[in-house]
Nanobody
Framework: QVALVESGGGLGQAGGSLRLSCAAS????????MGWFRQAPGKEREFVAA????????FYADSAKGRFTISRDNAKNTVYLQMNSLKPEDTAVYYC?????????????????WGQGTQVTVSS
């Protein structure tokens, strides 16, 4: 069983920054792509960003491009989401997830382990 634990959420201001972290249990972290998703109240969960297992490639939703950066430290079994230029519409619960394999997955169906989520609230 794999456990994913997010941290770093909270209250941010429009134009400000927050950094999310997701720590994973297990020994083979680098064998799996990792992704970040978010779900706002009344909306479906949506893809935000993902990174391949070795960290060589990443992919972003249009809403995250140019503002968010995904990174990972495989020695620490941790993936990060640096969020800059925050907007009120970024307000959501953010989830990290582990994919079935090395390659980036852009939909939730490509992930089989999920964290519990961390709330991000951006005030205007």
């Amino acid at each position: 069983q794999v456990a994913l634990v997010e941290s770093g959420g909270g209250l941010g201001q429009a134009g400000g920054s927050l950094r999310l972290s997701c720590a994973a249990s297990g020994r083979t972290f680098s064998n799996y792509a990792m992704g970040w998703f978010r779900q706002a109240p009344g909306k479906e969960r949506e893809f935000v960003a993902a990174m391949s297992g070795r960290g060589g490639s990443s992919f972003y939703a249009d809403s995250a491009k140019g503002r968010f950066t995904i990174s990972r430290d495989n020695a620490k079994n941790t993936v990060y989401l640096q969020m800059n230029s925050l907007k009120p519409e970024d307000t959501a619960v953010y989830y990290c997830a582990r994919a079935f394999g090395l390659s980036i997955q852009r939909t939730s169906s490509g992930y089989n382990y999920w964290g519990q989520g961390t709330q991000v609230t951006v005030s205007s």
